[in-house]
Structures are given as structure tokens and as C-alpha cells.
């Protein structure tokens, strides 16, 4: 399951984001599967309208969204790479998620005190990145000298060494791991490391109600530094989901209309979330269930239906595929076979965005 991690400094709203994004995913779809496994993780569904269209379609008795954890991370201080605050608690949960979520301070309140004493994105975001920058160079080094002592008996350690050679002077200049260009070979070496600068990111600048369709001066500092990264920006109010969640779910559209905006920030973060890591969305559906799997783009059959499960993939003959469009503008499988547009996809197929499969393996 996709896992993304909430970051902040204390007091930029990180929390109140988590807690109010959490509550609305629940809200948003009760008939889905949600739950909380402990106070700082949330299990979301991810919101898809094509759901419900192929659950009528198919008589479908249960319907089963793709689900992401959110994992609200404790509040970094300036030496959290060092243990202060909770930064030990803190670098064992970043190291366990896919994607960076990484909420900035965008608003004025004086009733909320900076721990700095002012709002400055620049300056909160270099400081979180600096600790994790830091907490990388520890582990990097540490496994550098440990992966020379195995290349004595070990001669495939020498890519992890290349690999840890090309990022440990990028790191030590203060820039992000992810900045480097590695070969498969090497990225792959590190996975295990669970290098934190070598995630993807994504800044969520939160903003007060009356900026969430512009933004402001401060969502434009972030928008700069994120550029120079090629990260990914979202736009966001803890505020506003907190009082969608007061709001029935009839009236949360029109809120978001009058704001000017067209959705939540749930939606959005898990949009930039799903761009970000290059995923992407297969469907089954039948008169038991109507279900949505996530992929990584560029899937072949096989690898799909593994998704699923190891055997479908062993045994992977082929797949009746059908665009979800051809399938909705027909409005049944059988109809849609007629004309043509169910295709019989060999082991070779690359699996399309909204595709609707059924799977034909030996066991």
C-alpha cells in the first residue's frame, strides 16, 4: 500500500491537515473500507467516481477503492538528525514511507506562534531539509565503510559504493539526494538504506481560506524552491478541511465552488501523490465486487495481475481488457464485446490508465 509521510515544522498546521483529511476521506465514503490503526496513521480511500459507474454497470454487491496510509510524522525542531525533539522517532517513520508530504506555514495568525517567531516557507523548509539532509549523511558514510570491507568478498558491492560516492558530495553541499542522477542498478543498491532526500516530494503549503484559489506571496516562495528541486507543489487549507467535515456532503462542493476551487485537499494531494510516483489505476468489476488496483505505469499484464496476487502472475495466460470509456458508452461488457472493443491482451500488453480487466491464468 502506498504510504506517504506528513512532515512539518511544530505549529504549520500538519496535524489539523492529517486529522481533518483523515476525518473527510471517512466522511466522503462511508460505504468504503476506512480505518485508523493508531492516532498518527490514517487509512484513506482514494476518491474515484468511475467506481460507482462500473458498480452499477455490473450489479456490483461491494465496492473497494485503492487505499493510501498517511502517516502523520512528529513535528521536526532544528537538530531532530541529532535526536532533538522527537527527531529519532521521527527519521524511523520517514524512512518507512514511499512520498514526502511535506507541509509549510503559508498563513498569518497571531494566535498561533511560530516556533521561529515569524513565517518564512524559505527559511522552515531549508530547516527541515537540512535535518534530513543531515540524518542521510550519517547513513550514507556509515554504509560506505561497511560496503568497502564487503567488496573483499562481495564484488557486486561496488555499485552500492559508486552509487554512495556519486551522492555523499551532493549531500555534504546541502542538496537533496534525489538531485542525483543513478543508474537503475545503483538506486536499486540503496532501496534498503531508506536514504530520506532520496524520496519524492511533495510541498503542501497551507494556506488560510481566502488564499486557497490564488495563493499569496508566501505560496509563491514555496513554488520557487520547489521549482529549483522539480518537486511538486499543492495548495491546501487545514482550515477548509476542517469545515468540510462540519459541512454534509450535498453542500461540500458548493463550498469548494465558492472558494474557487474545484476539490478538496484530499483529492489533490493524492492526484500530485499518484503523478509524483508514476501510478495509475486498473479496475475489475463483476457482480460481486468492483474493485481499483494501482499500478506503476509502464505494467505489463503479468505484473498487474500480480497486483492481485503472485499466482495470477505465474500463471498469466491473458487478459479481456476494456477502455473504461468504451465500457461506460456501451453500458454493458457484452455490449461492448459485440463491437469489438473487449480485446483478448497477451503477456507483452502495457496496461492503460482506467483499463477494465479480467484475468485468465493457470493455477
Known amino acids: 500500500m502506498l504510504r506517504a509521510g506528513n512532515v512539518g515544522l511544530p505549529n504549520v498546521g500538519k496535524s489539523t491537515l492529517f486529522n481533518a483529511v483523515v476525518a473527510n476521506a471517512q466522511a466522503q465514503a462511508a460505504n468504503f473500507p476506512f480505518c485508523t490503526i493508531e492516532p498518527n496513521v490514517g487509512m484513506v480511500t482514494v476518491p474515484d467516481e468511475r467506481l460507482e459507474v462500473l458498480a452499477k454497470i455490473s450489479g456490483s454487491e461491494v465496492i473497494l477503492p485503492a487505499r493510501m496510509e498517511f502517516v502523520d510524522i512528529a513535528g521536526l525542531v532544528k537538530g531532530a538528525s541529532k535526536g532533538e525533539g522527537l527527531g529519532n522517532q521521527f527519521l524511523a517513520n520517514i524512512r518507512e514511507v514511499d512520498c514526502i508530504v511535506h507541509v509549510v506555514r503559508c498563513f498569518d495568525n ?6 521561529s517567531g515569524s513565517v518564512d516557507p524559505g527559511r522552515d523548509i531549508e530547516v527541515i531539509n537540512l535535518e534530513l539532509i543531515y540524518a542521510d549523511i550519517a547513513s550514507a558514510e556509515k554504509r560506505l565503510e561497511r560496503a568497502r570491507k564487503e567488496l573483499r568478498t562481495k564484488k557486486e558491492a561496488q555499485i552500492e559504493i559508486d552509487a554512495l560516492e556519486k551522492l555523499l558530495p551532493v549531500l555534504n553541499e546541502g542538496k537533496a539526494a534525489r538531485s542525483v542522477a543513478l543508474t537503475e542498478d545503483e538506486a536499486f543498491s ?3 538504506l531508506g536514504l ?7 510541498y503542501a503549503a497551507n494556506v488560510n481560506e481566502g488564499d486557497l484559489a490564488s495563493g499569496n506571496a508566501y505560496t509563491e516562495q514555496v513554488r520557487k524552491i520547489a521549482a529549483a528541486e522539480n518537486a511538486q507543489v499543492v495548495v491546501i487549507s487545514a ?18 465552488e ?7 485537499g484530499l483529492k ?10 508514476g501510478l495509475q489505476t486498473y479496475f475489475t468489476t463483476g457482480p460481486k465486487e468492483t474493485r481499483a488496483w494501482t499500478i506503476t505505469k509502464g505494467m505489463k499484464g503479468p505484473q498487474a495481475a500480480g497486483v492481485i496476487h503472485s499466482d495470477f502472475e505465474r500463471g498469466y495466460i491473458r487478459a479481456e481488457t476494456v477502455a473504461y470509456k468504451d465500457l461506460v458508452e456501451n453500458g454493458s461488457m457484452a455490449a461492448a464485446k459485440a463491437k469489438g472493443l473487449v480485446r483478448s491482451e497477451g503477456k507483452e500488453y502495457v496496461v492503460q490508465e482506467g483499463d477494465v480487466m479480467h484475468f485468465l491464468f493457470n493455477v
Open 110 to 115: 497571531d494566535d498561533i506562534i511560530h516556533v
Open 190 to 192: 540503496l532501496k534498503g
Open 268 to 277: 489533490s494531494l493524492i492526484r500530485t501523490t499518484y503523478d509524483l510516483l
Open 258 to 264: 465558492s472558494l474557487g476551487v474545484t476539490e478538496g
Open 239 to 256: 482550515q477548509v478541511e476542517s469545515e468540510l467535515i462540519e459541512l454534509p456532503e450535498a453542500d461540500r462542493q458548493e463550498f469548494l
Open 196 to 202: 530520506m532526500t532520496l524520496k519524492p516530494i511533495i
